[in-house]
């Protein structure tokens, strides 16, 4: 399945205005105020988010077994999940289960996979500590490491290693730092230079970022793959990289069974 065709159809979105308010913010969650704009603010604020959408799709078709599951961890508002289960033949008998700790997310993803729930189970869970994996193919993870504490990072990357079947794909997309701290600024400049193009003001770029400081924690991308190699996986690549966004493939060893 094609970008054109997978991403053809756009649901209504509210428009993202949390960062407008004169008011301080506060630290970022993922409350009702932001399940409400999310899909406007990933479009506006993740740059080649379609496309990545459609990579990860591709990707996840090719290494979804049969009579397996496909995780979504962090699942935020099903769009991602909706996509898979259109794309993926009902032949392959895939089970789509998806993860997050925002039940104002969640609510969200039950409305957009009305009509799916027969294939996809949502799940409300702590991705810090109290989730399971089972007959996992593939596993997703897009923009949600970011948002674990790091110092958890490689407990929780050996826990989708060990639930992944021999051959199975973890698929992680991530904000990231420049390798080399100067450039980093330049990509971070970049990327600012990016959200304004998409209509958000110097001062919503600012409020939002201090809204996240030390509340989306981004590494190095060596350091990430550092990461998925202590977890177990021996094949790690990278298939994007946008100045400061980077999307990694980790493929667990093992002869897959189709």
């Known amino acids: 399945m094609r970008f054109g065709a997978t991403f053809s159809r756009m649901t209504n979105k509210k428009k993202d205005t949390l960062f407008k308010q004169s008011s301080a913010p506060g630290k970022f969650e993922f409350n009702e105020p932001v399940a409400r704009v999310f899909d406007d603010m ?144 330049l990509f971070v400049e970049q990327y600012h230079s990016y959200k304004r193009s998409q209509g958000y003001s110097k001062l919503e770029i600012a409020k939002k970022r201090e809204a996240l400081d030390n509340v989306l924690i981004p590494l190095k991308p060596g350091k990430n793959r550092d990461l998925l190699t202590r977890a177990g996986f021996r094949r790690v690549d990278v298939f994007f990289k946008w100045f400061n966004f980077a999307g990694f493939l980790a493929i667990k060893p093992g002869k897959r069974r189709s």
Do not use: W
């Open 42 to 185: 990933l479009e506006r604020s993740v740059p080649f988010y379609k496309e990545c959408q459609q990579m990860v799709i591709d990707l996840a078709l090719h290494f979804a077994q049969k009579d397996s599951s496909v995780y979504d961890l962090g699942c935020s508002t099903g769009t991602l999940l909706r996509h898979l289960v259109k794309a993926i033949p009902k032949t392959k008998n895939i089970r789509f289960i998806g993860l997050d700790n925002s039940t104002a997310m969640l609510k969200k993803a039950r409305g957009k996979l009305k009509g799916h729930l027969k294939r996809c189970e949502l799940v409300a869970a702590d991705l810090e500590d109290d989730f399971e994996l089972a007959n996992a193919s593939v596993v997703i993870m897009n923009y949600t490491l970011q948002f674990i504490p790091p110092k958890r990072r490689a407990a929780m990357l050996k826990k989708i290693y060990q639930g992944l079947q021999p051959g199975g794909g973890l698929i992680l997309i991530e904000k990231v730092r420049g390798e080399s701290d100067g450039l980093n600024d």
